[in-house]
């Protein structure tokens, strides 16, 4: 059967039953958490979908790879990297990352930027 | 290069620039629109990512098929059918629809009930 991960209402930060936080790359010098809302664990063989979240101040790591992204934002404010430009992002901006593309996420807000994204599935 | 759908914050409505609404089966009798944030207009080859929305008293066509769902509710409440199953689904919840799993999403709330849904590819 499919499944339910409940958003946890219970206080101001954005957080899952059952769904904890995995290993982000430099996790605590960027200020970055990351969390798979759904993934292979649920059964979900085509895609997967991740909430990450960036402290005021941090930023998620300047990559470049094969897969591509789909961005919602969900809370917050701050900055996209997309090849050579910026873009200013909040609440509900959504962003398409194409393959080989290089990006990076900036938080300049007082408050956590928060975005789900979506990926293929991991080889 | 990716692209950026700008959220629409000028008014109370959940709607993006250049995202136009999409034909949904039974749209008009059943209160739901139907959005394509980010599809194959965008590049995306791997995934699509859909916004829908319920109005109070609609609900989505009882649906059985091969594609899964990724599902993470933006705004109101309503319920969802999972096979034979009906659960409560507010803000954040998320929610992960099987292939084959019978579906259907209800608005008995007093506001919209907007969620984004994520695809497979379409063939």
Known sequence: MGTIHRFNRQHGAFSWH???IKA???QESLHVTKRELISKRDGA???EVRYFEVQPGGYTSLDTH???HGVVVLRGSGTVLLAEKTFAITFGDVVY???FEKHQF?????EPLGF???IPPKP
């Open 18 to 20: 059952d769904v904890g």
């Open 116 to 118: 789900l994204c979506v």
């Open 45 to 47: 063989q085509h895609f």
């Open 66 to 68: 094969q897969h591509d």
């Open 106 to 110: 900036h938080n300049a807000g007082k």
């Open 24 to 26: 982000y790359p430099g």
């Open 97 to 99: 990352i194409e393959p």
